[in-house]
């Protein structure tokens, strides 16, 4: 075996995982901060991935790392329950998806093959651009938004086929996600397995079969390490069915994210504006009766004299300074809440109506998708068309304060100028009868802003003013001052006379005393009810199989048991190949067939006084690998007196099978490790000792690193022997910086 040295880099934090990717020249590093480096061979700087904002810096931790089959997706799983799918083929690093995950997680992975879609499925990828328009770039409306681009995105899904991402977590249960984005079931393994309440359970790797429909599952009760199948044909007849709406979900998800963004510059762009006129008004109204506030303005612009509680007010705690001063402010706010209403906001919701409209046609084809939707379509349906309601109250009550709010601080402005004595300047403008019509309709409303609420501290009744009304609709709470009818309006007319179209499914409910960000967590959680049904109507067809003890008295005195997988051959005869490496001088290797047969053997280092290596010393396991399909890739520690070296192996599996051939037990086989080492398939690995291991056979490279956690080697394997030759020769080293 020949090796080629392609990069050493001594890192400044200590690195405690790393994977290959099996089609590019990547290899994704983890560091003990929480990021995690993705280098190529000729990158000058490599690609950083920080932890997200919702993990404390201060314990941030990558659990685990797994590269989606078409490795276009880096999927990262964080310590706080957390996992993110990165962009990695443009190099952008957003995370197109993030999920939440009910309980810690030790372990992630992606099925390591697809199931072919059908070119007219695929049909809605597209369908829906034909009926809706790009969504407004929510950047040209916030200047100071950082937000993505592209909610219209389909990265999630993989052009080569549907395939699944697995997550084990640390209470012994297992989530099967379609992309990474739709869950599609979990198993209790504990409860499966009837294991009792103080048996602890450490599943240590779950894998899909080729076909789907049976998941493998290594796992550890006390000291016994069993081995189980569980099998759910659902997976493969509904394989088309799960990939359409794991892409409507994903579509669906990035417009909630859209939705949630737009929602989020709402708040920030509207300030208390009107807070400091609200406490003013507030003092005012503590030394009146109830109704003389509307009252004395209203006979202010009647009159045009104020009372003498008015005049004291309007002169001494109110300046036009002041006015001016709220007057723009309001103009500012308001004006960029409207477009993001108008526009970005309003356009979402019909596109997620769309979406949403869409599942509920699919929900009618009871042939398809009875197994897989319910009913919650319907709620779904509803609860969107009333953040659709809402949203257009919203942008009404705000063309309706803007302009009333104009008015008033213009009439006020006029009025205090001249109670002041002062020349009132031309650019106040004359107030014509129609805004004098809307100004009296909002003084005489003046009333319905006065809250009289109990002082928890003092225990004592107080008065707020609350003037302005856009703020309520941005708070999970009912909202205090509810929008008025409008007299005209010749549907609420109908629907007041016809109460049997209330109740028409047909009709979208108008909710008067709910906010904005109420009826958005009503429809969030009635869309994600539709989906929650594939817990059940596929999560819960698993059943398991067999469930084997494959090994006794695990003593284990590594940091952790390595476990490994890999298959060979297609659908009819896969072949599923796990290894585990159960302490430094025992490894167990398990062949699973398509016909259910199972050969298992135990690798140990036993007596090699026979055998021709006589130069080597005592040989034990550091980590152990698949290369490939054929070929096992392991990491040893050779100790000569006292020196220790480490040592790299390609084992073929065939080799194995070979002497497992006669070996007709469930029982492992007892197998020499030394009996499979040759000159030919050993590298020493002159002045490094290696902790970690990690081999690309599609990509014939390999990466150790050291046991101080920071120096990290590469290896180009399968060399022509003359290029090493000629590298020596020449003094070149072909070394790359592999930076952190």
Known sequence: MSMKLIGNRNNPNCIYDMQWSNKMDLIALVSETGEVVINRFKWDVPMKIPPPATVDANSASVTSLGWRIDEKILAIAYNNHLINLVDIEDQSKEVIISIKIPSCIKSICWTQNTIDIPEDDKSILEDFKVYLSQLPNINNTVSS????????????????????????????????????????????????????????????????????????????????????????????????????LSVKYGLILNIQDYINDTVEHIGEAWELVLLEMDNKLSKYAKKQSEGAISA????????????????????????????????????????????????????????????????????????????????????????????????????????????DFKIFFRWLYITISRLMDDSVPEDAGPISQQEVNYLAEFLDNFEQNRVEFKNQDTDEREIRFNLERIGQYLSNKDIMIQAQDDPKNAWSELLSENECLVANKFVYTHRKNTSLIQEQKMMESSISSIFQRLEKSIGSKYQLQFDIVVGNDILCEMPRIITSHAVDGDDENAVNYFTVLLSDCELLFISYYANSEMKIAKIVFGDKDDLDISSLGHLSFIDVKFYNSKIISALLRNEIGTKTQSCFIQLPISRILDDLSENSSTDPAILNMYNFIDESAFKIIEGFSGMLMAVSGSRKVAAFLASNQKIVKLYELEVDEDEIDEDNSNNASFEMELKI
């Open 145 to 244: 938004s950082t937000k993505k681009h592209d909610y219209r995105s389909t990265k999630f899904y993989s052009k080569s086929g549907l395939n699944f991402l697995i997550v084990i977590c640390e209470d012994a249960r297992i989530y099967i996600y379609v992309y990474g984005v739709l869950s599609c079931g979990s198993i209790d393994v504990r409860k499966s397995v009837n294991a009792d309440g103080d048996e602890k359970i450490d599943i240590l790797e779950a894998k899909l079969s080729t076909n789907f429909e049976q998941l493998f599952v290594l796992y550890q009760k006390d000291n016994l390490l069993h081995y189980a199948c569980f099998e759910n044909p659902l997976m493969m007849k509904y394989h088309a069915t799960l990939w359409k």
């Open 296 to 403: 004395d303005f209203l006979e202010l612009l009647l009159f045009g004299y104020p009372s003498e509680a008015l005049e004291q007010f309007l002169t001494q705690d109110m300046t036009v300074r002041e006015l001016k001063k709220l007057s723009n402010s309001l103009e500012m706010s308001y004006g960029t809440i409207q477009k993001l209403v108008v526009k970005p906001l309003y356009s979402a919701t019909i596109a997620l109506f769309h979406h949403v409209n869409h599942l509920y046609g699919m929900h009618q084809n009871t042939y398809e998708y009875k197994e897989l939707l319910g009913t919650a379509t319907n709620a779904a349906l509803k609860n969107t068309g009333s953040f659709l309601i809402k949203s257009h109250e919203l942008q009404q009550i705000i063309d309706k304060s803007m302009r």
